[in-house]
């Protein structure tokens, strides 16, 4: 079951812990990395742990949030105008919005933070901060966020409900949030290893902002295929027998045969769900090579499938993928691909992403 | 026209009952000790998703505008020894987890919204855009406690699920999402609380929304 009708994408940019698109591609081109050791707790300080901030941003809290200038200067980039009227829908994508302001105000008392708080708050600041008309969906489903944005707004231009669909999709770390990760134990001091072969598994976290304006007719690109499934067996893990990646990539209703793809994987650098969906991607996929970008980019949550979207449009504009950036050989399976590669030899990537709950997300992008 | 009819429905309103009185009330409903964990909003919604069964092939839609009160304001004030368990169980869309994964049960399609004002009609929307026979649209809010001293929680509990359907056979009520003209007056629109009390008293609405149609539910 296919989740979504094909649509094409007229605009797609991102930022990160690189900065923007081109200089996020260079970067991981490169093969270097955003992540640094930051307190975990921001200036409450704490264990330092991998952390990719936006450059320049802190991980202090700030009222209006620190992060709201980046958010601005990245929506300011987005084409067209009189976005969130009836034909131009806007879909806000996020896990966390602004939550880290309600950590803010519990450690300073100051009132002032708590109207950026819930994504209630922090959505009516965003809509009125950036102009926006009252047509405006919102989807949160912690790390496959970005996707439901996509999906759904291939489902609004399919019926004719929209001209052009503007999705936004942003994450910024906060201390809730590494907090949160850290009590979990998977966010160490660690630095993230995608797909490698290693005795213990660990994540990195980065800021992630990206927009996408999708179109039925406009543009280079197009998302072919969307599709979804949620596994509903444990919070933070997966069935041990991959069925769930397995479930989603069948979903998508789409074979190998005849096309030649490349992989860019969720890969968040943890183990047992890093080798269930490398087994599963190159099962379906075989001989496609694999790669992961939040060794370099940190993990975006809800972000992370439009900011690495962005990056996989400009990479095959570019002609060239990054490779696996924070991880060397073995790899888990031997389509990981480590080096960064030359993308015309394909006809499209395959995009996925995973989130608690076994929830699981994929996209075939490809030339329109 | 977008059209489903709404086959079944189920309703909590437990307004400002404490969480344990809800856990106490409840505890039937779930496997022995499965209820411990549960936030009083997942309680809720498993009470009144679960009688619909929701299978693998159901669209599930999910409104929340502030989600997991309780467990926020728990999981922040566990700081700096930060709780995984309650860290878990603030992320959007915890409630309906909770529900699925005691009942094992996966399901492809999971659309959890949130937001404010609009926040109905565009959930409605995900479900009238559904392309599955049978859509479960669900929703619910929890009141919180110090978060709602600042006015930014619900001041009322309740969860509710319906049963959507592409076929009218067993209707109670009809949902239409109809073209109008594109200068037609935003109306305000329904909050979620208000959404709930149309369902629970049987009363129809319809109103201009934001992406210029015509919302409406009809009762048989």
Redesign the interface.
């Known amino acids: 079951m296919a989740a979504s009708p094909a649509v094409r994408i007229a605009a797609c940019e991102t930022i990160t812990g690189f900065g923007d698109t081109a200089e996020t591609l260079a970067a991981l081109l490169a093969g270097r990395s955003a992540l640094r050791p930051v307190p975990v707790l921001g200036p409450d300080g704490g264990d330092l742990v991998p952390m990719a901030l936006i450059p320049g941003r802190s991980l202090d809290e700030t009222s209006p949030p620190n992060w709201l200038p980046y958010l601005v200067a990245l929506v300011a980039t987005i084409p067209g105008d009189n976005w969130g009227q009836p034909r131009r829908p806007v879909i806000f994508t996020s896990s966390n919005f602004g939550v880290g302001s309600l950590y803010a105000y519990k450690t300073t008392g100051e009132t002032a933070h708590l109207a950026y708080g819930t994504p209630r708050g922090c959505l009516t600041f965003l809509v009125k901060q950036l102009g926006l008309g009252p047509n405006v969906t919102t989807f949160s489903h912690a790390c496959v966020s970005a996707h439901l944005g996509l999906i759904h707004a291939g489902r609004l231009l399919d019926a004719g409900l929209a001209d052009d669909v503007l999705i936004i999709s942003f994450d910024f770390l906060s201390p809730f949030v590494s907090g949160g990760f850290h009590a979990l134990k998977i966010l160490n001091a660690e630095f993230p290893s995608p797909y490698q072969k290693r005795p213990a598994g660990s994540i990195g976290l980065g800021d992630g902002a990206a927009f996408a304006v999708l179109t039925r007719d406009r543009g280079d690109f197009a998302i072919a295929a969307q599709a979804l499934h949620n596994e509903m067996h444990l919070f933070t893990a997966n069935r041990a027998d991959g069925t769930g990646f397995a479930a989603c990539l069948e979903n998508l209703n789409i074979s190998g045969g005849g096309r030649r793809l490349w992989l860019k994987g969720h890969g968040t650098g943890t183990l047992e769900a890093g080798l269930l969906e490398a087994r599963a991607l190159t099962e379906r996929f075989p001989h496609s090579p694999l790669v992961s970008w939040k060794g370099g980019l940190g993990h975006t949550l809800g972000s992370c499938g439009l900011v690495e979207l962005a990056i996989a449009i400009a990479a095959i504009r570019q002609g060239r993928a990054p490779g696996t950036v924070g991880s060397q050989p073995e790899g888990i399976v031997p389509e990981v691909a480590f080096d960064a590669f030359d993308t015309s030899a394909f006809d499209g990537v395959l995009c996925t992403s995973n989130a608690f709950g076994g929830a699981h997300a994929a996209l075939l992008l490809t030339h329109a | 026209m ?1 059209e489903l009819h709404l086959t079944a429905l189920h309703l909590e309103d437990a307004h400002h009952e404490d969480p344990a009185a809800t856990r106490d009330r409840l505890r039937d409903h779930y496997p022995k000790g499965a209820t411990r964990r549960m936030t009083q909003l997942g309680l809720l919604v498993g009470s009144t998703l679960n009688p619909l069964n929701p299978g693998q ?1 159901d669209t599930l839609i999910y409104a929340s ?3 997991e009160t309780r467990a ?1 304001e728990g ?3 566990s ?2 020894g ?3 368990t309650l ?2 169980t ?4 915890s409630a309906v ?1 909770q529900t ?2 005691g ?17 109905v009609e ?1 959930a409605i ?2 479900a009238l ?4 026979s049978r859509v479960i649209l669900c929703g619910g809010e929890e009141r919180g406690t110090w ?1 709602l001293e ?1 006015g ?2 619900s001041d009322r509990t309740f969860a509710f699920a319906c049963a959507l359907s592409t076929s009218p056979v067993g209707a109670i009520a009809r949902l239409t999402l109809a073209p109008k003209s ?1 200068d037609a007056p ?1 109306d305000p629109g329904l909050s979620l609380g208000e959404f709930f009390d149309h369902l629970r008293q049987h009363q129809p609405f319809s109103f201009t929304t ?4 015509q919302l409406s539910l009809v009762w048989s």
């Open positions: 977008l092939d505008g502030y989600a926020l999981f922040l004030d700081f700096p930060a709780s995984p860290f878990q603030s992320i959007h869309p987890q699925l994964i009942r094992q049960q996966p399901v492809h399609a999971f659309f959890p919204l949130t937001g404010g004002a609009r926040l565009q929307t995900a855009l559904a392309p599955t978060m600042h930014i929680a594109q935003l934001a992406s210029g149609r």
